[in-house]
């Protein structure tokens, strides 16, 4: 499979439940990037990796969430004490270089309800 | 913050005619991608255009970039009940894409 993985496809947790999601990006592609997005929504940018460095995140990137790309290739997200207002979809990207030159590929996306 | 913004929000069409989704955003760009995403499932990369193109084609799609208005077009021609997706303009900014908030359009047969 040469395309962007990301797992799992869906998840449902109890509010105040920690959660970890994974990315696994095209092998060739040195950047990785998070967004979220909620319903009727664009993806809103969360943070993003160049090969293990992370060099942007978002102010919507509260003190709960963490991301890692430890050895520059598949990434990891995890939300810590999940509230209601973490229900979205969460969206994992790779590009090469900038994606000013040819775009992201995107993953299929971790589906996140918090009840 | 979502740099680029879509109009209209939501587009229905018969089945064979064409369809316009127009995109207008803020600042200065070095370029503007186009994305499809069907419900529930990730995004996909249609077309690129850059700032020094006025007009581009991929098969069915033809994009227009008008950089003195700030502002691109998206027209599918002869449409498919397939293309019924939302359709995501998008602008890069200090390396990564911001997106707008999409134009949902529905093919009906």
């Known amino acids: 499979d040469t395309g962007v993985s990301q797992d799992p496809r869906h998840k449902i947790t109890k509010r105040g439940q920690n959660v970890t999601f994974r990315c696994d990006p095209i092998s060739e592609h040195n950047r990785l990037y998070w967004y979220r997005q909620t319903l009727g929504q664009g993806p809103e940018f969360l943070t993003y990796?160049?090969?293990?460095?992370?060099?942007?995140k978002s102010r919507l990137l509260s003190d709960r969430f963490s991301a890692e790309r430890p050895k520059g290739s598949f990434s990891t997200l995890e939300i810590q004490r999940t509230e209601q207002g973490d229900s979205a979809m969460y969206l994992c990207?790779?590009?090469?270089?900038?994606?000013?030159?040819?775009?992201?590929?995107f993953g299929s996306g971790t589906r996140l309800t918090v009840v | 913050s979502q740099q680029g913004e879509e109009d209209p929000q939501a587009l229905s069409i018969q089945e064979g005619e064409n369809a316009t989704m127009n995109c207008s955003y803020k600042t200065s760009i070095n370029n503007l991608q186009w994305y499809r995403q069907n419900s529930g499932r990730g995004l996909v990369h249609l077309i690129l255009?850059?700032?020094?193109?006025r007009e581009k084609h991929s098969g069915r799609l033809r994009v227009t970039l008008d950089t003195s208005k700030k502002s691109s077009s998206l027209l599918i021609t002869a449409s498919r009940a397939a293309d019924t997706a939302s359709y995501f303009c998008a602008t890069d900014e200090a390396q990564k894409l911001v997106f707008g908030q999409g134009t949902r359009l529905t093919i009906n047969p």
């Open positions: 990207a790779s590009s090469i270089g900038t994606p000013a030159r040819y775009g992201y590929t």
């Open positions: 255009i850059r700032s020094n193109e």
């Open positions: 990796f160049q090969n293990e460095a992370q060099l942007e």
